[in-house]
Protein backbone atom coordinates (compact mmCIF):
# COMPACT_ATOMS: atom_id res chain seq x y z
CA UNK A 1 0.00 0.00 0.00
CA UNK A 2 0.85 3.74 -0.34
CA UNK A 3 3.26 4.44 2.83
CA UNK A 4 5.22 7.34 4.00
CA UNK A 5 7.25 6.77 6.71
CA UNK A 6 9.41 9.54 8.42
CA UNK A 7 12.36 9.34 10.93
CA UNK A 8 12.35 9.62 14.54
CA UNK A 9 12.02 11.99 16.83
CA UNK A 10 14.85 14.46 17.61
CA UNK A 11 15.51 16.72 20.17
CA UNK A 12 17.43 20.02 19.33
CA UNK A 13 19.08 23.05 21.46
CA UNK A 14 18.25 26.73 19.98
CA UNK A 15 20.37 27.50 17.13
CA UNK A 16 20.66 24.09 15.53
CA UNK A 17 19.56 22.81 12.59
CA UNK A 18 17.41 19.37 12.05
CA UNK A 19 16.90 17.06 9.16
CA UNK A 20 13.75 14.91 8.85
CA UNK A 21 13.34 12.19 6.17
CA UNK A 22 10.36 10.59 4.55
CA UNK A 23 10.26 6.98 2.74
CA UNK A 24 8.41 7.13 0.22
CA UNK A 25 6.90 3.38 -0.81
CA UNK A 26 3.78 1.56 -2.75
CA UNK A 27 3.84 3.94 -5.56
CA UNK A 28 6.38 5.76 -8.33
CA UNK A 29 8.22 8.69 -6.05
CA UNK A 30 8.94 10.59 -8.91
CA UNK A 31 5.36 11.05 -9.90
CA UNK A 32 4.04 12.73 -7.15
CA UNK A 33 5.61 16.00 -4.87
CA UNK A 34 5.83 15.60 -1.25
CA UNK A 35 4.69 18.25 0.83
CA UNK A 36 6.01 19.49 4.47
CA UNK A 37 3.57 20.93 6.87
CA UNK A 38 4.05 20.86 10.77
CA UNK A 39 1.58 20.80 14.05
CA UNK A 40 2.74 22.67 16.94
CA UNK A 41 1.32 21.35 20.41
CA UNK A 42 -2.60 21.69 20.46
CA UNK A 43 -2.43 24.01 17.33
CA UNK A 44 -3.40 23.50 13.79
CA UNK A 45 -1.19 22.54 10.22
CA UNK A 46 1.56 24.97 9.30
CA UNK A 47 2.67 24.72 5.50
CA UNK A 48 6.45 24.92 5.20
CA UNK A 49 6.32 24.27 0.91
CA UNK A 50 6.72 21.30 -1.25
CA UNK A 51 9.03 19.35 -3.39
CA UNK A 52 8.77 17.90 -6.91
CA UNK A 53 10.01 14.20 -6.63
CA UNK A 54 10.44 14.25 -10.51
CA UNK A 55 12.85 17.36 -11.12
CA UNK A 56 13.34 18.26 -7.69
CA UNK A 57 12.28 21.85 -7.63
CA UNK A 58 11.52 23.33 -4.12
CA UNK A 59 8.69 25.55 -3.26
CA UNK A 60 8.99 27.42 0.05
CA UNK A 61 6.27 28.88 2.26
CA UNK A 62 7.44 32.51 2.87
CA UNK A 63 7.52 32.16 6.03
CA UNK A 64 10.14 29.56 5.68
CA UNK A 65 12.05 30.05 2.75
CA UNK A 66 15.18 31.26 4.42
CA UNK A 67 15.92 28.84 7.13
CA UNK A 68 14.08 25.59 5.32
CA UNK A 69 16.01 23.11 2.46
CA UNK A 70 13.79 20.44 0.65
CA UNK A 71 16.24 17.16 -0.74
CA UNK A 72 15.20 14.15 -2.24
CA UNK A 73 17.24 10.72 -2.92
CA UNK A 74 15.33 9.20 -5.84
CA UNK A 75 17.45 6.05 -5.40
CA UNK A 76 16.04 5.69 -2.03
CA UNK A 77 12.76 6.96 -2.73
CA UNK A 78 13.47 9.49 0.38
CA UNK A 79 12.77 13.12 0.72
CA UNK A 80 14.50 15.43 3.00
CA UNK A 81 13.05 18.48 4.93
CA UNK A 82 15.73 20.55 7.01
CA UNK A 83 15.47 23.36 8.88
CA UNK A 84 18.11 25.93 10.56
CA UNK A 85 18.85 28.35 13.29
CA UNK A 86 15.65 26.26 15.01
CA UNK A 87 14.47 28.28 18.04
CA UNK A 88 11.89 26.94 20.99
CA UNK A 89 8.65 28.12 18.81
CA UNK A 90 9.91 25.52 16.16
CA UNK A 91 8.69 22.66 18.38
CA UNK A 92 6.32 20.74 16.91
CA UNK A 93 5.34 17.56 14.97
CA UNK A 94 6.53 17.63 11.24
CA UNK A 95 4.97 15.54 8.94
CA UNK A 96 4.92 14.76 4.93
CA UNK A 97 2.79 14.03 3.20
CA UNK A 98 2.16 12.79 -0.71
CA UNK A 99 0.22 15.54 -3.35
CA UNK A 100 -2.48 13.30 -4.92
CA UNK A 101 -4.10 15.64 -7.36
CA UNK A 102 -4.04 18.53 -4.70
CA UNK A 103 -5.46 16.23 -2.16
CA UNK A 104 -2.72 15.20 0.44
CA UNK A 105 -2.77 11.33 1.08
CA UNK A 106 -1.05 9.69 2.61
CA UNK A 107 0.69 11.25 5.69
CA UNK A 108 3.80 10.19 7.15
CA UNK A 109 3.12 9.38 10.69
CA UNK A 110 5.10 12.26 11.79
CA UNK A 111 8.51 13.34 13.22
CA UNK A 112 8.32 15.34 16.55
CA UNK A 113 10.79 17.70 16.74
CA UNK A 114 11.49 19.66 20.59
CA UNK A 115 13.80 22.80 20.53
CA UNK A 116 15.20 23.40 23.99
CA UNK A 117 18.35 24.48 25.78
CA UNK B 1 -4.94 32.74 12.55
CA UNK B 2 -6.07 30.51 10.47
CA UNK B 3 -6.82 31.38 6.91
CA UNK B 4 -10.44 29.22 6.94
CA UNK B 5 -12.72 29.44 9.47
CA UNK B 6 -14.09 26.27 11.72
CA UNK B 7 -15.91 25.90 15.04
CA UNK B 8 -13.49 24.85 17.43
CA UNK B 9 -15.48 22.46 18.76
CA UNK B 10 -19.39 20.38 17.78
CA UNK B 11 -20.81 17.60 19.77
CA UNK B 12 -23.19 14.69 18.96
CA UNK B 13 -25.23 11.67 20.56
CA UNK B 14 -24.61 8.38 18.90
CA UNK B 15 -26.45 8.04 15.79
CA UNK B 16 -27.38 11.51 15.42
CA UNK B 17 -25.96 13.85 12.56
CA UNK B 18 -23.43 16.65 13.02
CA UNK B 19 -21.84 19.31 10.70
CA UNK B 20 -18.71 20.97 10.58
CA UNK B 21 -18.53 24.15 8.72
CA UNK B 22 -15.36 25.82 6.55
CA UNK B 23 -15.66 29.62 5.98
CA UNK B 24 -13.50 30.92 3.41
CA UNK B 25 -13.18 34.18 1.63
CA UNK B 26 -13.11 34.67 -2.53
CA UNK B 27 -9.42 34.17 -2.78
CA UNK B 28 -9.92 30.32 -1.55
CA UNK B 29 -13.15 28.25 -1.38
CA UNK B 30 -14.52 31.46 -3.35
CA UNK B 31 -12.17 30.72 -6.07
CA UNK B 32 -13.18 27.20 -6.50
CA UNK B 33 -10.14 25.68 -4.83
CA UNK B 34 -10.80 21.87 -3.61
CA UNK B 35 -11.76 21.44 -0.34
CA UNK B 36 -10.71 18.81 1.25
CA UNK B 37 -11.23 17.07 5.12
CA UNK B 38 -8.82 15.31 7.25
CA UNK B 39 -9.78 13.48 10.70
CA UNK B 40 -6.96 13.32 13.13
CA UNK B 41 -7.54 10.58 15.90
CA UNK B 42 -5.27 11.49 18.95
CA UNK B 43 -1.71 11.15 18.53
CA UNK B 44 -1.85 10.09 14.88
CA UNK B 45 -1.57 11.06 11.40
CA UNK B 46 -4.31 13.24 9.89
CA UNK B 47 -6.60 10.76 6.96
CA UNK B 48 -8.47 12.28 4.43
CA UNK B 49 -11.91 11.55 4.60
CA UNK B 50 -13.25 14.07 1.98
CA UNK B 51 -11.24 15.55 -1.66
CA UNK B 52 -12.47 17.52 -4.37
CA UNK B 53 -15.27 18.95 -2.39
CA UNK B 54 -17.63 15.82 -2.15
CA UNK B 55 -15.75 12.73 -3.00
CA UNK B 56 -14.82 9.70 -0.72
CA UNK B 57 -12.09 7.55 -0.76
CA UNK B 58 -12.42 4.10 -0.90
CA UNK B 59 -12.73 2.48 2.68
CA UNK B 60 -14.13 6.02 3.96
CA UNK B 61 -18.05 5.01 5.22
CA UNK B 62 -20.75 6.76 3.32
CA UNK B 63 -21.83 8.18 6.82
CA UNK B 64 -18.91 11.01 5.54
CA UNK B 65 -20.16 13.19 3.31
CA UNK B 66 -19.05 16.98 1.98
CA UNK B 67 -20.33 19.82 0.25
CA UNK B 68 -19.75 23.29 -0.72
CA UNK B 69 -21.44 26.54 -1.53
CA UNK B 70 -19.98 29.89 -2.10
CA UNK B 71 -17.01 30.75 -0.10
CA UNK B 72 -17.78 27.83 2.95
CA UNK B 73 -17.55 24.09 2.45
CA UNK B 74 -19.15 21.46 5.25
CA UNK B 75 -18.72 18.04 6.02
CA UNK B 76 -21.69 15.93 7.96
CA UNK B 77 -21.58 13.09 9.46
CA UNK B 78 -24.78 10.77 9.92
CA UNK B 79 -25.35 7.65 11.98
CA UNK B 80 -22.32 9.22 14.79
CA UNK B 81 -20.06 6.55 16.47
CA UNK B 82 -17.85 6.82 19.21
CA UNK B 83 -14.60 6.21 16.65
CA UNK B 84 -16.09 8.53 15.62
CA UNK B 85 -14.29 11.44 17.81
CA UNK B 86 -11.73 13.09 16.49
CA UNK B 87 -10.07 16.82 15.18
CA UNK B 88 -11.38 17.60 11.45
CA UNK B 89 -9.70 19.87 9.43
CA UNK B 90 -10.47 21.34 6.12
CA UNK B 91 -7.75 22.30 3.75
CA UNK B 92 -7.63 24.11 0.53
CA UNK B 93 -5.73 26.70 -1.38
CA UNK B 94 -5.13 30.25 -1.34
CA UNK B 95 -4.57 32.20 -4.78
CA UNK B 96 -3.56 35.50 -2.96
CA UNK B 97 -0.79 33.49 -1.24
CA UNK B 98 0.18 31.61 -4.88
CA UNK B 99 -1.68 28.67 -4.64
CA UNK B 100 -0.37 27.57 -0.92
CA UNK B 101 -2.17 25.18 1.09
CA UNK B 102 -4.37 26.66 3.78
CA UNK B 103 -6.00 24.56 7.01
CA UNK B 104 -8.79 25.74 9.19
CA UNK B 105 -7.61 25.70 12.77
CA UNK B 106 -9.84 22.17 13.34
CA UNK B 107 -12.75 21.58 14.78
CA UNK B 108 -12.68 18.72 18.00
CA UNK B 109 -15.99 16.50 17.70
CA UNK B 110 -17.05 14.93 20.70
CA UNK B 111 -19.31 11.76 20.45
CA UNK B 112 -21.73 12.46 23.95
Known amino acids: QVQLVQSGAEVKKPGASVKVSCKAS????????IYWLRQAPGQGFEYLGW????????IFSQRFQDRVTFTKDTSANTAYMELTSLRSEDTAVYYC??????????WGQGTLVTVSS | QSVLTQPPSVSGAPGQRVTISCTGS?????????VNWYQQLPGTAPKLVIY???HRPSGVPDRFSGSKSGTSASLAITGLQAEDEADYYC????????????FGGGTKLTVL
Open chain 2, 91 to 102: QSQDSSLSGEVV
Open chain 2, 26 to 34: SSNIGAGYD
Open chain 1, 51 to 58: LSAGNGAP
Open chain 1, 97 to 106: ARNNWNRLDP
Open chain 1, 26 to 33: GYTFTSYP
Open chain 2, 52 to 54: GDT
